[in-house]
């Protein structure tokens, strides 16, 4: 079963510009995860959709961060415009749906630097 | 909002020893409790889980415990190796709706060999 894949792995930009990730869950997931995971901490919870709507959208910053799932499938996480406080590493999680909490499956991650 | 903590942030032992990791949660309908491990460049991959109806769940050499009463869990690892050596991280979870974990800050394993 192939897992979650996320690109870029790595990306380097100047504060100020745009920058976006993609995800492609595991096939079949109707839940996925956007999580924020700064060098030396926990990830943190950005952006839960559910199949294409959003269940969860309290921490992410919405003047610079947006996210969409396309067709409930693919996922896009944006910022525009980035600051040197948005290093960090995004991970992508996906999870199937049932009756209670399953098994998060995360992607490697984007490792993004601002410079 | 849900809060975990969890220590020690660095832990050292000897091969072979046995290694545990604590952590407590705030939030009192969280139903699920997963372990994580994250070897550098990587996503975190679950090690083991455990769920509120149950005190302790056993996987070869990992184990972990749930008090929750106390609201807290941990995770013993015996007969450490080498290729346990990484970054460890303990969650919480409610069980339907907003699913999403909320982590611990992470504890740095080194199995001296």
């Known amino acids: 079963e192939a897992g979650v894949a996320q690109s870029p792995r790595y990306k380097i930009i100047e504060k100020r510009q745009s920058v976006a990730f993609w995800c492609n869950p595991i096939?079949?997931?109707?839940?996925l995860y956007w999580y924020q995971q700064i060098l030396g901490q926990g990830p943190k919870l950005l952006i839960q959709?559910?199949?294409?709507?959003?269940?969860?959208d309290s921490q992410l910053p919405k003047d610079r961060f947006s996210a969409e799932r396309l067709k409930g499938v693919d996922s896009t996480l944006k910022i525009q415009p980035a600051k040197l406080e948005d290093s960090a590493v995004y991970l992508c999680?996906?999870?199937?749906?049932?009756?209670?909490?399953?098994?998060?499956?995360f992607g490697p991650g984007t490792r993004l630097t601002v410079l | 909002g849900e809060n975990v903590e969890q220590h020690p942030s660095t832990l050292s032992v000897q091969e072979g020893d046995s290694a545990v990791i604590k952590c407590t949660y705030s939030?009192?309908?969280?139903?699920?409790f997963p372990w994580y491990k994250q070897e550098l460049g990587k996503g975190p991959q679950l090690i083991i889980d455990?769920?509120?109806?149950?005190g302790e769940k056993k996987d070869q050499r990992i184990a972990v415990t749930l008090n929750k009463t106390a609201k807290h869990f941990s995770l013993h690892i015996t007969e450490t190796q080498p290729e346990d050596s990484a970054v460890y991280f303990c969650?919480?979870?409610?069980?339907?709706?907003?699913?999403?974990?909320?982590f611990g800050s992470g504890t740095r394993l080194q199995v001296q060999p």
């Open positions: 939030d009192s309908a969280s139903n699920y």
């Open positions: 096939s079949g997931h109707a839940t």
């Open positions: 969650a919480a979870s409610r069980g339907t709706g907003r699913r999403a974990l909320t």
């Open positions: 455990i769920r509120s109806n149950v």
């Open positions: 999680a996906s999870s199937l749906e049932g009756t209670g909490v399953g098994e998060q499956f």
């Open positions: 959709f559910q199949n294409n709507g959003v269940v969860d």
